[in-house]
C-alpha cells in the first residue's frame, strides 16, 4: 500500500485523499471501518484521471453517495472510496433538471420547487445523493425516480464518458441497469413538470412530516432495512412486527420500537451487530412465513464470507 500511495500522490488532482478514513463519518447507520484510500474529486476532470489509474493499479474502487443504503464492515473497504459529494452542480433546461451525482436529494427537489418544477415531490426528506438514488431506483409512495428519469451520463473505468437514454424496460422495483456496472454515474437528467408552487411545497411538506412521524430521524439508521416485496400479502415491517420483532436488539443494533422494517444505531453498534440482526430477522421471518425478505440495505467492504 506505501508503493500506492506515493503513486497515487504524483497524481495531480485538485481535490482531495485521506488514507485510513473512517467510513463511520459518512454512512447514515455511523458505522464502517477504514477505507484505505478516501479521494473526493473535484470534479469531472480529477475523475477522469483517477479511474484508469486506479484500473492499471488493479485496485477496486467503490463509488460513495451520502452512505445512506449502505452497511461497511469494520474491516473497512479496501482499494479507493470515491467521494462523488464534488459533483453538485445542477442546471436547468425548461423541465428538464440536471443534477450531478453528489446533490443531495433534498437540495434536488428544493431547485425543481424554486422552478415550479412537478415530480420529485416524493422523494423530499429521504437521505442520499442523485447518483446513489439512480443507481437503487429509489421509491416510495407507489413512485420510482426512474419514472421521471430522462437520461444519465457515467464515466468507464478508462474514462470515457457516455450517456444512456433511459429505457422501461431496464428498470424494476428497486433496480435499474447500472448495478452491477463498473462504470460510476456522474450526472442524471430527470423530466418534470409545471406545477402549483404552493402545492409542490405541500407535497414535499407532507412526505417529510410522514417520515420523521415514522421515526427515520431519531437515531442512525439507513430508513427501510428490507425491500417491501407485495407478493408477501404486506410491507416488510408489519411482516416483521407480526413476530413481535419490534425492540429485538443484538449488540448496539435494534428493530426501532416505532417501525419493525428500521434497524437503528443505539449509539455503539458495530457493523457485525446490524448485519446479524438482518440475517436474525430474515431467518424469523423465513421460519414462520415461509419467504426470504430481501435486504435494500448492501453490504459493502471487507467482510468475513465476501469482498465488495
Not at 128 to 150: E, F, H, Q, T
Request: with cysteine.
Amino acid at each position: 500500500m506505501n508503493t500506492v500511495r506515493k503513486k497515487l500522490e504524483k497524481i495531480n488532482i485538485s481535490g482531495s485523499i485521506c488514507f485510513d478514513e473512517p467510513m463511520a463519518l459518512h454512512t447514515t447507520f455511523r458505522v464502517g471501518g477504514p477505507a484505505d484510500i478516501f479521494i473526493t474529486p473535484s470534479g469531472i476532470d480529477d475523475l477522469k484521471l483517477i479511474l484508469p489509474w486506479a484500473q492499471r493499479e488493479n485496485l477496486p474502487i467503490f463509488p460513495l453517495g451520502a452512505g445512506a443504503n449502505i452497511l461497511v464492515s469494520d474491516r473497512g473497504i479496501r482499494g479507493l472510496v470515491i467521494n462523488l459529494s464534488g459533483l453538485n452542480e445542477m442546471t436547468l433546461h425548461g423541465e428538464v433538471l440536471v443534477a450531478g451525482a453528489g446533490v443531495e436529494i433534498n437540495k434536488l427537489v428544493e431547485k425543481a420547487a424554486d422552478a415550479s418544477l412537478s415530480g420529485l415531490e416524493f422523494i423530499y426528506g429521504m437521505p442520499g445523493s442523485v447518483g446513489g438514488s439512480v443507481w437503487m431506483n429509489a421509491r416510495c409512495y407507489g413512485i420510482s425516480l426512474s419514472d421521471i428519469l430522462k437520461w444519465v451520463e457515467n464515466l468507464d473505468p478508462d474514462g470515457r464518458i457516455t450517456r444512456y437514454e433511459k429505457r422501461e424496460e431496464d428498470f424494476s422495483y428497486k433496480r435499474s441497469p447500472f448495478q452491477g456496472s463498473r462504470s460510476i454515474i456522474l450526472r442524471s437528467a430527470f423530466l418534470l413538470q409545471k406545477g402549483s408552487p404552493e402545492k409542490i411545497r405541500k407535497e414535499m411538506e407532507a412526505h417529510r412530516s410522514d417520515r420523521k412521524r415514522k421515526g427515520h430521524y431519531l437515531a442512525p439508521c439507513a430508513g427501510s432495512v428490507f425491500k417491501n416485496n407485495r407478493d408477501f400479502g404486506e410491507p416488510s415491517g408489519k411482516i416483521i412486527d407480526s413476530l413481535g420483532l419490534k425492540g429485538y436488539q443484538i449488540g448496539g443494533a435494534r428493530v426501532a420500537d416505532f417501525h419493525g422494517n428500521i434497524i437503528i444505531n443505539n449509539g455503539n453498534a458495530q457493523a457485525a451487530d446490524i448485519r446479524n440482526l438482518i440475517e436474525f430477522i430474515q431467518k424469523e421471518v423465513f421460519e414462520n412465513r415461509g419467504f426470504m425478505l430481501e435486504p435494500e440495505v448492501l453490504y459493502a467492504g471487507e467482510w468475513l464470507d465476501q469482498y465488495c
